[in-house]
């Protein structure tokens, strides 16, 4: 459970950044969500793109990427009626603009989560949250800025220790450069909003290659998701697990699929989403 203290430094960085929430997402022409798509496929080897074009997805309300391109939202609801409140997860796909089957999996869950008539959860899914990262000559990790969102969340030691970490333990990698300052970037900014208004009770970002589980924060995690193992990596000034997992107390699973390139099978993919439903179902009481 986030601490008052917690939201209060939420709210901070949003006032100080000047952008308001985006919790629901807006009513904007297809053909945004269409172009995109087409985008996305020309880019991603064997992605095809009606399933990105069938899978629902609005753009953002008030939210945009650092060169303009929309930042896409589906809401799945809970299949199964309940008299309260279901849990909510929130999904992140393609953080690193490289990191093409991270993209992919986002979709596949789409699908596989429409077409499941007995899961008891909301999930709200970002396939896609770096799009400039991804549709550069070539796709690099960074946005446009040349900025690793990952390393660019609000954590409470950023300001001590992101730059120093950057420089000493990366020496400083330009694919990991963690900004000029925390949340100083739209797309993080705009994932910072969505936990915030979404307050999902568990987090899972998808990225490549490690071939592992890492897991932050509350909860026993699970051994495995499908055939990744768990593997934790630690956290590092202005990470999602550190911001999600340390600061805001919410389990944030990060699957780290095999490669960046060669996306699982729907039938892999399902069996990462089955397990990662299950630990939900052992954990996370279905309402509150």
């Known amino acids: 459970m986030r601490s008052k203290s917690?939201?209060?430094?939420?709210?901070?960085?949003?006032?100080?950044?000047?952008?308001?929430?985006t919790d629901a997402?807006?009513?904007?022409?297809?053909?945004?969500?269409?172009?995109?798509?087409?985008?996305?496929?020309?880019?991603?080897?064997g992605f095809n793109p009606d399933q990105c074009r069938l899978a629902g997805l609005k753009p953002a309300a008030a939210a945009r990427s650092v060169e303009?391109?929309?930042l896409l939202v589906r809401d799945v609801p809970a299949a199964v009626p309940s008299a309260k409140a279901p849990r909510r997860v929130l999904v992140l796909g393609g953080i690193h603009g490289d990191e093409y089957s991270a993209v992919v999996v986002a979709f596949q869950w789409i699908e596989r989560l429409r077409g499941d008539r007995f899961q008891r959860f909301q999930w709200r899914v970002l396939p896609c949250v770096n799009p400039d990262g991804l549709l550069a000559q070539p796709s690099h990790r960074t946005n446009a800025h040349g900025v690793d969102l990952n390393r660019?969340?609000?954590?409470?030691?950023?300001?001590?220790?992101?730059?120093?970490?950057?420089k000493g333990k990366t020496h400083s990698d330009p694919r990991r450069f963690p900004g000029t300052q925390a949340?100083?970037?739209?797309e993080t900014r705009w994932i910072v909003e969505q936990i915030d208004s979404y307050k999902p009770d568990a987090i899972v970002s998808i990225h490549a290659p490690l071939n592992v589980l890492d897991f932050d924060g509350p909860y026993t995690p699970p051994a495995k998701l499908g055939y990744l193992r768990l593997a934790p990596l630690g956290t590092y000034p202005g990470s999602l697990g550190g911001y999600g997992?340390?600061?805001?107390?919410?389990?944030?699973?990060?699957?780290?699929l095999p490669t960046?390139?060669?996306?699982?099978?729907?039938?892999q993919s399902g069996r990462i989403l089955i397990d990662l439903i299950d630990?939900?179902?052992?954990?996370?009481?279905a309402e509150g």
Request: charged share 15%; glycine share 6%; aromatic share 10%.
């Open 260 to 267: 960046a390139t060669h996306t699982p099978s729907a039938e």
């Open 183 to 186: 949340g100083s970037e739209p």
């Open 6 to 21: 917690a939201l209060g430094f939420v709210a901070a960085l949003l006032l100080s950044s000047g952008s308001a929430g």
């Open 68 to 70: 303009g391109r929309p």
């Open 245 to 256: 997992g340390m600061f805001l107390r919410l389990p944030v699973m990060t699957p780290e």
């Open 152 to 166: 660019n969340f609000p954590t409470p030691d950023w300001d001590a220790h992101a730059v120093s970490y950057w």
């Open 279 to 285: 630990w939900l179902n052992k954990n996370l009481p």
């Open 25 to 45: 997402p807006a009513a904007v022409a297809p053909a945004a969500v269409d172009n995109i798509c087409r985008q996305f496929a020309q880019r991603i080897n």
